[in-house]
């Protein structure tokens, strides 16, 4: 039998640390955050990551903005973004962490980048948002998911104050919406 010193050891040790360290960072991962104030965004951004869950083989965090770190920005594969319509524009919170994306390099270029959004009526400005979210996600290099029916084309988006989809929570017809833009953005990150 063959006698090997400490230091192949620990040679071998530290060599299989770090194929589990690359194995470990090279998982993909979807980055779901949002701003809410009613707490329906998160019901949306809460199906989203619903939709991601069933693809099984992607990892995502799933965060307000507010909690939201540089490095898990730039370590995910994908960033799903959600506002609630304010003044037929993204929450000035939403625009503020978009602001705050690091640009030098572009660091985020060729992640993928998808939206929903969250609004009180019929025409109050929901596909609006969704273009601006989208369009800064395009200065930055992004490459643009929309959701996986014709319904969904521009991302996800609820109606949660008029007619009959004046309820306090989500309707299933738009957490549907919801969950397939997660699924779909899911399998594209898995495919990568």
Do not use: C
């Amino acid at each position: 039998m063959m006698k090997y010193s400490n230091q192949v050891y620990v040679f071998f040790i530290v060599l299989l640390s770090s194929i589990e360290l690359s194995f470990a960072q090279s998982s993909p991962s979807i980055l779901i955050t949002y701003h809410t104030e009613s707490g329906k965004t998160q019901t949306m951004a809460e199906a989203v990551a619903k939709g991601v869950q069933e693809i099984g083989n992607v990892d995502f965090i799933l965060k307000p903005i507010s909690e939201v770190k540089t490095e898990e920005i730039l370590n995910a594969s994908a960033i799903i973004l959600g506002s609630p319509v304010y003044n037929a524009n993204m929450t000035p919170q939403v625009q503020g962490f978009i602001n705050s994306w690091p640009f030098e390099g572009r660091p985020l270029k060729d992640k993928i980048g998808a939206v929903f959004v969250t609004g009180g009526g019929f025409s109050i400005g929901e596909e609006a948002v969704m273009f601006s979210m989208i369009r800064s996600m395009m200065i930055h290099g992004m490459v643009i998911v929309g959701g996986d029916s014709i319904e969904s084309a521009f991302g996800a988006s609820a109606i949660t104050g008029e007619g009959e989809y004046e309820e306090k929570e989500v309707q299933d017809i738009f957490l549907k919406k919801a969950e397939g833009l997660g699924r779909r953005v899911g399998e594209m990150v898995a495919n990568k």
